[in-house]
Structure formats: structure tokens, C-alpha cells
């Protein structure tokens, strides 16, 4: 996943099915993965993950939700957060 942005990994998690498709330029790519996977569009958020930080960052033009109260492009729910955070960590956080 990261051939195309070296240093860090654009996702997009479906936070209720705790799932997520990575890699690529653009987080809509990964979006478009989980919707023709069967994620439902109000479940998947998106996120980078940083490999050598093991950090994760929660910038993305599809988080711009008005309708879902998220105005922003940063995911700004304390609970999503921690549950995009919990589903990253959990499927890329592994040892080499």
C-alpha cells in the first residue's frame, strides 16, 4: 500500500463493519472499493495511516458530512476517532 504515497497510506474505513480499503492516491478510491464491497456510504470515513509515527490522521475530502454533522474535512467525533483509529491500528499495526 505504499507504492503510491511512500511515507503514509490513504484509507477509508468502514467504521461498522470494521473494515477498510488502503492504498492509492485519493481516499475516493478506497471509498469506492468499500461501496462495491456492500458498506453502506455513512459508515466509511476517511483516514491516513502514518507506518512510522503509528499514528493515524482523520483529513479527508469524503468526511465533509454536513448532513451527518461533520463539517469538516477533519473527522471531528471523538468516537469516530477512536473508532476509525481502533480499525486501522488493528489491521496495519503489524510487526514486519
Not at 484509507?11 to 480499503?21: G, H, I, P, R
Not at 488502503?22 to 471509498?31: F, L, N
Amino acid at each position: 500500500m505504499l507504492q503510491v504515497l511512500v511515507d503514509y497510506i490513504k484509507v477509508a474505513v468502514d467504521v461498522e463493519q470494521a473494515v477498510l480499503a488502503g492504498g492509492g492516491a485519493m481516499h475516493a478510491d478506497c471509498e469506492a472499493a468499500l461501496l462495491q464491497d456492500g458498506s453502506h456510504p455513512d459508515t466509511i470515513w476517511g483516514a491516513d495511516w502514518i507506518p512510522s509515527k503509528k499514528a493515524v490522521a482523520f483529513k479527508s475530502m469524503i468526511n465533509l458530512r454536513p448532513r451527518l454533522g461533520n463539517r469538516s474535512m477533519e473527522v471531528q467525533s471523538d468516537e469516530l476517532r477512536m473508532r476509525i483509529a481502533e480499525s486501522v491500528k488493528s489491521l496495519l499495526d503489524v510487526a514486519p
